[in-house]
């Protein structure tokens, strides 16, 4: 079974730095591009960052040049290293399978707050 599980979320103060983990299994995770979301309360969900399996990133625009996606396929793992965090930051981060068939952790709460 296809499962991914998001893990370092918490609270910091602006300008901290967090890095999540997404631990996927029950596929071969190597040839598949993977990529954080998240979602705010009361917004649609949106694209934070994608890698694919050569590891080509993607950012958006809001976080460009303050996170960094990565991925280790010996530990079937993809991070999301993000610093300088600002409070519009804050929202459930989730991870995904990306293309057809997609498939989305169960998500980890990012709180950014003075």
């Known amino acids: 079974q296809v499962q991914l599980v998001e893990s370092g979320g918490g609270s910091v103060q602006p300008g901290g730095s967090l890095r999540l983990s997404c631990a996927a299994s029950?596929?071969?995770?190597?040839?598949?591009?993977m990529g954080w979301y998240r979602q705010a309360p009361g917004k649609q969900r949106e694209l934070v960052a994608t890698i694919t399996d050569n590891s080509s990133t993607f950012y958006a625009d809001s976080v460009k040049g303050r996170f960094t996606i990565s991925r280790d396929n010996a530990k079937n793992t993809v991070y999301l290293q993000m610093n300088s965090l600002k409070p519009e930051d804050t929202a459930v981060y989730y991870c995904?399978?990306?293309?057809?068939?997609?498939?989305w952790g169960q998500g980890t709460q990012v709180t950014v707050s003075s």
């Open positions: 029950g596929f071969i995770f190597s040839i598949y591009a």
């Open positions: 995904k399978r990306e293309f057809v068939p997609a498939y």
